[in-house]
C-alpha cells in the first residue's frame, strides 16, 4: 500500500509556542490531505482538510488561526498549532488517498504535550 | 451528519476465540474502511470494503450497503490482535476531498 510519513512522532512544547507538524506521502502524490484530532480513549475527529495550493477547508469548531496548515506541493502538508496551550495536547494523525484511489492511508501521528 | 456507531465498545477474549465487530452507518457511503490501532497509535488498513466480503488470513469483513452496516470477523485471535478496530466511512457524494468519518471504535483486548 502507499506509505504516509509523519514527522516528529512526538513532541513536548512550553505553553505560548508554535509547534509544526510534516505529512509526506512518500510514494505517491496527493492533492487533498486530511489532519485528524485524538483524544485519550476517543475516536480520531477530522479537524481540516489540506488542499494543495490552496485555503484548507476547516471543520465547524476548529479554530483555523490556531491550526495553520499549508500544503505547499503534492506530498506535503503541514500542520502548525500556533500559540499551543495544555489543552492542545493530543495525538494529530494525518491522512492521504492517492489520485485515482479511494483508499485512504494514515501517518503514524505525533503525540504533542504542551506543558 | 452521519453517524457511525460500532459496538461492541469493548470486547475480551480469551486467545483462540472468535469474535465479530460490527459498524453501523446513518447514511449511504461510497467507501468504507476497517483499521487496527496498535498501541503505539499507528492506524493499520486491514480492508477497503463498500461492499461484499473479503478475507486476509484470519480476518473478513462484510458490508451489507443497502442495509447500511459492515461487520469484521476475528478468527482464532492471537494476543497481537489486542488494540483498537475502527470503521471509517465516506459518504455518497462525488470529488476527492470527501472527508473519512470514523465509528466510535471497539477496544479488543485478547487474553493469553
Known amino acids: 500500500g502507499a506509505v504516509v510519513s509523519q514527522h516528529p512522532s512526538w513532541v513536548i512544547c512550553k505553553s505560548g509556542t508554535s509547534v509544526k507538524i510534516e505529512c509526506r506521502s512518500l510514494?505517491?502524490?496527493?492533492?487533498?490531505m486530511f489532519w485528524y484530532r485524538q483524544f485519550p480513549k476517543q475516536s480520531l475527529m477530522l479537524m481540516a482538510t489540506?488542499?494543495?495550493?490552496?485555503?484548507?477547508?476547516?471543520e465547524q469548531g476548529v479554530e483555523k488561526d490556531k491550526f495553520l496548515i499549508n500544503h505547499a506541493s503534492l506530498t506535503l502538508s503541514t500542520l502548525t498549532v500556533t500559540s499551543a496551550h495544555p489543552e492542545d495536547s493530543s495525538f494529530y494523525i494525518c491522512?492521504?488517498?492517492?489520485?485515482?484511489?479511494?483508499?485512504?492511508?494514515f501517518g503514524q501521528g505525533t503525540r504533542l504535550t504542551v506543558v | 451528519g452521519i453517524q457511525v456507531e460500532q459496538s461492541p465498545p469493548d470486547l475480551i477474549l480469551q486467545e483462540g476465540a472468535n469474535s465479530t465487530l460490527r459498524c453501523n452507518f446513518s447514511?449511504?457511503?461510497?467507501?468504507l474502511q476497517w483499521f487496527h490501532q496498535n498501541p503505539w497509535g499507528q492506524l493499520i488498513n486491514l480492508f477497503y470494503?463498500?461492499?461484499g466480503t473479503k478475507q486476509n488470513g484470519r480476518l473478513s469483513a462484510t458490508t451489507v450497503a443497502t442495509e447500511r452496516y459492515s461487520l469484521l470477523y476475528i478468527s482464532s485471535s492471537q494476543t497481537t490482535d489486542s488494540g483498537v478496530y475502527f470503521c471509517?466511512?465516506?459518504?455518497?457524494?462525488?470529488?476527492?476531498?470527501?472527508?473519512?468519518?470514523f465509528g466510535t471504535g471497539t477496544l479488543l483486548a485478547v487474553q493469553p
Open positions: 510514494d505517491f502524490q496527493a492533492t487533498t
Open positions: 489540506s488542499n494543495e495550493g490552496s485555503k484548507a477547508t476547516y
Open positions: 491522512s492521504a488517498r492517492p489520485t485515482g484511489n479511494t483508499e485512504a492511508f
Open positions: 471509517a466511512v465516506r459518504m455518497n457524494y462525488g470529488g476527492a476531498t470527501n472527508k473519512l468519518i
Open positions: 447514511d449511504s457511503v461510497n467507501n
Open positions: 470494503i463498500p461492499s
